[in-house]
């Protein structure tokens, strides 16, 4: 019993801890005084951003769809940047190079995500083999040497969050899975091979211009779907896992 106390004083003084470091941050945005979310993208020298212009169509869906409060426009930081530790959720996509981090930006990565932040990992590439794939095992490697990356299963509250879903989705299947790193009990890092965001690109006409394979359009929206919960999941964790919910879940899951 006193083990367990322990474990959740430990748990309980992290996430106390991650909250200081955003009041130290000073919450500099007037975004985040009014309690909005901000789309917030890592940038790096690499291919840190294939798809600059799908953040408007996400964010204007997600403030659609559900109750949350967004900016209109995303916010771009690197790693040493003082507002990472104001952006609870932050993605780093990639359709190229990648040189890795330094001892610094690994132990910047490191207190991030052990204080409470949450990563979404994209591999654009459509490769299942890729460049990107190889390094950012490695990094993560380096960065926690004790924790590896597995599959998320099909009722991790990230398929629940606010869509209920049941297959796997992204604008090209590369895996029918996307990977997830624990750390302290909590999914801190999502990882994805199937472009998921790639599913809101769109031409200067407003026309999708990249297909989704093999499922075509309805696998589109899946992967939008996807998109959102990732968001939602990121602002609510564990929530919808709760054993108050699963009868509710059950149902609507039979009801599909």
Not at 105 to 128: A, H, P, Q, T, V
């Amino acid at each position: 019993m006193q083990g367990q106390l322990s474990d959740m004083s430990l748990k309980f003084l992290k996430f106390f801890l991650f909250f200081i470091l955003l009041f130290l941050a000073g919450l500099p945005l007037e975004c985040q005084q009014r309690d909005r979310f901000v789309f917030t993208v890592m940038k790096y020298d690499g291919g840190w951003d294939p798809y600059p212009f799908i953040y408007a169509d996400i964010l204007s869906f997600l403030k659609t769809t559900t109750s949350i409060k967004a900016e209109p426009s995303r916010r771009t930081v690197s790693i040493k940047d003082e507002l990472l530790f104001s952006s609870p959720f932050v993605i780093m996509t990639n359709n190229g190079s990648f040189n890795g981090w330094t001892d610094e930006e690994r132990e910047i990565i490191k207190k991030y995500l052990e204080n409470g932040g949450l990563m979404f990992i994209e591999d654009s590439s459509g490769e299942k083999n890729s460049r990107f794939n190889t390094q950012i095992r490695m990094e993560f490697k380096k960065v926690f040497p004790k924790n590896e990356f597995g599959i998320i299963s099909k009722d991790h509250a990230i398929f629940r969050s606010f869509y209920l879903l049941r297959a796997m989705s992204g604008r090209a299947i590369v895996n029918n899975y996307i990977e997830g790193m624990d750390i302290d009990g909590r999914t801190a890092v999502i990882y994805s091979q199937n472009d998921v965001l790639g599913s809101w690109a769109r031409d200067m006409f407003g026309n999708y211009f990249l297909p989704c394979t093999p499922g075509g359009e309805s696998q589109r929206f899946e992967s939008q779907k996807l998109t959102i919960n990732m968001i939602v999941f990121s602002l609510t964790g564990t929530y919808k896992t709760d054993f108050i919910h699963r009868p509710f879940i059950r149902r609507k899951l039979e009801y599909r």
